[in-house]
């Protein structure tokens, strides 16, 4: 039973190490950026910020959806990046934690995203090819 409660405490250990790396690599890449956010994060606002002006201009009502997906990411997207030079270190540690609790939601919203961005293709390419 001991040898269990080891291996257990072990297991605790390790993930509590590897939450940590990747909390102190993502402050770093915060701090380190001089837009205040990690570049796939920035990758993302890109995309997000694309597909919703396409969806926009589509003016079709089945696009709000991918729209509001759009506009969900970015607001996230926003909130994490970091916003005063005030004490820098400590601010990139406190965004990095919001950004590993935050990064499950984000990829799913931009895998949903995707999706959307793929039916739009797939739709404007059948339009497309209508065209005379």
């Known amino acids: 039973m001991a040898e269990l409660a080891a291996l257990s405490l072990a ?5 509590f ?5 990747r909390l ?16 796939r994060s920035l990758e993302l606002e890109i995309v997000a910020t694309d597909l919703r002006i396409l969806t926009k201009n589509l003016q ?17 997207l926003d909130d ?8 820098k270190k400590w601010e990139s ?3 990095a934690l919001k950004h590993v609790r935050k990064e499950d939601k984000i990829q799913k919203l931009a ?17 497309l090819r209508r065209v005379p």
Not at 11 to 15: C, D, K, M, R, V
Not at 60 to 76: F, G, V, W, Y
Request: aromatic share 8%.
């Open 80 to 87: 994490l990046k970091l916003k005063g030079l005030y004490n």
């Open 17 to 21: 190490v590897d939450f940590g790396l």
């Open 24 to 39: 102190f690599s993502e402050a770093k890449g915060i701090y380190d950026s001089t837009q205040g956010t990690p570049k």
């Open 111 to 127: 895998s949903r995203l995707g999706l959307f961005q793929n039916q739009i293709c797939i739709r404007l390419t059948a339009l």
């Open 93 to 95: 540690f406190k965004q």
């Open 60 to 76: 079709s009502t089945t696009q709000l959806r991918p729209r509001n997906l759009a506009n969900e990411l970015l607001k996230i």
């Open 11 to 15: 297991g605790n250990i390790i993930q």
